[in-house]
């Protein structure tokens, strides 16, 4: 079966099972080039006018969509024009994020516009009720604007009112008609549509890198769930969390603060932590907290998913994610440093803080995003996906490895939780129903091993000792074969990789602890220390 029969078959059952709920992404992409607007907000309205497959109404759609976003969504330069114009006709509509604010000496609710400017604009106490996201760091929503000014009251009463609110988001999600549908596809046409979905063409990657593009959404279906990405630009790794998931906050590189991120103390308000589903960091290189005491409290939150705030102790659930650049060859930071190079040194050197990443996605094995890679295809509307991502945040599939298998002696508590919550996560992705096979499991079981283990190589090259049990492995629990998992930069999983050794290391044969003759690498390593000569790994207690 060639690509185009592959894509028609999909089409189809997206058709019967999620009518009203997919968009083609060419037309997301087409206008997405000429309006800096979230896709999100774009597909809101091309789902409302561009549902057709005729030719010709998804031309007229199109032109209405764009015409409505000409007229209506509203760019900072141009509030004051706007306002002008909402004076002048008694009358406007239009796109802009609301977030709304309970006054409690007013007993009264009252909204403010992001890109407008307007403030203390008073709003029906029925919509922050119906639509609880306007009091959590706001949403974008189509807005009816009236103008009435009196002359007698204008001190007190605001002469701009909202005649009506219509949030840019789906109206409720049902998590069980979405795991009905998930049937009818397999695991490969399954994938295909969840990239499709974030604007991705999977007809263009191999089968490794879609399932790199797939694990930058763990953090959206796993609470308190934190995961890096570094690598070369291009790659697209800071776009979902930007413009395809209005349930997570991007952080541009730069200061940041306790009471923005976690706890404002003056004003008794949870920060982002409280607010987002997820909180990712852009640019890692340039983090810097203003108070000392931030990143302890980070390496708290990220640990636990709690800080400590005064005299009370603050939950959430928001998951934290940085993504930054590699300006260099992986071979030459690994033979001069670490992977978390990028990271700034208070970060970067800190094992402590380093051994809470669950997850560390190979940047470096993602394509530069070239036209070809975006696709023209259908798939979810964004707000769609979002939402169910955000349901499913709900269920557990952590204990789903035991039903088959179980986690090899090297793997600590830490390097435990973190292998669950991956396999959790890409089954939520891939198998929402909860429907898969002993082999699919393993699929994900040898990935999870792989992404944590990534991070466990690296803090080996930092802590030494601390870290020696890098030997990720798992046991079939019916023929109790244990198999292990390596990290492809580390050398591949043959047991003597092709090539020049790193400097450094060199295999021999010797004989085991158990008296059979096997193959050992040996590795030395410059490290902090005492002077004395310390060995790690296989024989290290031996005399």
């Known amino acids: 079966m060639d690509t185009q029969d592959t894509r028609e078959i999909i089409k189809d059952k997206l058709r019967q099972n999620f009518a009203g709920k997919i968009v083609r992404k060419d037309l997301t992409k087409k206008i997405k080039e000429g309006a800096n607007v979230p896709v999100y907000v774009l597909e809101f309205l091309l789902g409302q ?94 807005i009816q604007l009236n103008y009435e000014f009196d002359d007698e009251d204008y001190r007190s009463v605001n002469p701009i009112q909202i005649a009506k609110l219509t949030p840019i988001q789906m109206p409720h999600i049902d998590i069980e008609e979405l795991k009905a549908g998930r049937k009818a596809f397999s695991q490969e046409e399954w994938l295909d549509v969840m990239l499709r979905s974030t604007g991705m063409e999977p007809d263009a990657l191999t089968e490794r890198e879609k399932w790199l593009l797939l694990a930058r959404m763990l953090p959206l279906v796993e609470n308190n769930f934190n995961m890096c990405e570094l690598g070369p630009r291009s790659t697209g790794k800071s776009h979902l969390y930007k413009e395809i998931s209005p349930n997570s906050i991007l952080v541009s590189g730069g200061q940041t603060t306790v009471a923005n991120l976690f706890y404002n103390m003056g004003s008794k308000t949870v920060g982002l932590v409280g607010m987002w589903d997820c909180v990712a960091f852009d640019e890692v290189a340039g983090i810097k907290f203003r108070d000392k005491d931030g990143v302890q409290i980070m390496k708290d939150y990220m640990a636990s998913g709690s800080f400590a705030r005064g005299k009370e102790e603050k939950s959430a659930s928001a998951s934290m994610v940085f993504v930054g650049n590699i300006n260099q060859s992986v071979d030459v930071l690994l033979k001069t440093s670490s992977l978390f190079d990028p990271f700034p040194s208070e970060m970067g050197q800190d094992t402590a803080f380093l051994d809470r990443m669950h997850c560390y996605i190979p940047g470096w094995e993602v394509p530069k995003f070239r036209p070809e890679h975006f696709t023209d295809d259908y798939g979810f509307i964004t707000d769609y996906l979002a939402e169910f991502l955000r349901e499913l945040r709900k269920e557990q599939f952590s204990d789903a490895l035991d039903r088959f298998f179980r986690l090899g002696k090297n793997l600590n508590q830490r390097d435990t939780i973190a292998v669950r919550r991956i396999v959790s996560g890409m089954v939520k992705l891939l198998y929402p129903d909860g429907d898969f096979t002993k082999e699919q499991l393993e699929e994900i079981l040898r990935f999870a091993l792989e992404m944590r283990r990534r991070v466990k190589e690296q803090l080996k090259k930092l802590g030494g000792m601390e870290f020696y049990d890098v030997n990720f492995s798992y046991i079939d629990n019916e023929s109790f074969e244990e198999k292990y998992v390596t990290v492809p930069e580390q050398g591949g999983g043959k047991l003597i990789p092709d090539g020049i050794c790193n400097p450094g290391q060199v295999y021999t044969i010797a004989q085991g602890r158990s008296g059979m003759i096997g193959a050992f690498r040996l590795e030395s390593q410059m490290l902090p220390g005492n002077g004395k000569f310390q060995r790690t790994g296989l024989g290290s207690d031996r005399e």
């Open 49 to 142: 006018y561009c549902s057709s497959d005729d030719p010709e109404l998804i031309e007229k759609g199109v032109e209405s969509v764009k015409h409505i976003l000409a007229d209506n969504f509203v760019r900072p330069d141009e509030a004051q024009k706007i306002l002008s114009q909402l004076r002048q006709r008694g009358n406007y509509t239009v796109i802009d994020r609301i977030t709304v604010k309970l006054d409690i000496k007013k007993d009264a609710y009252f909204a403010e516009f992001s890109n407008l400017g307007l403030r203390d604009v008073p709003i029906e106490e029925d919509y922050p009720a119906k639509f609880d996201r306007l009091l959590c760091g706001g949403i974008w929503c189509i």
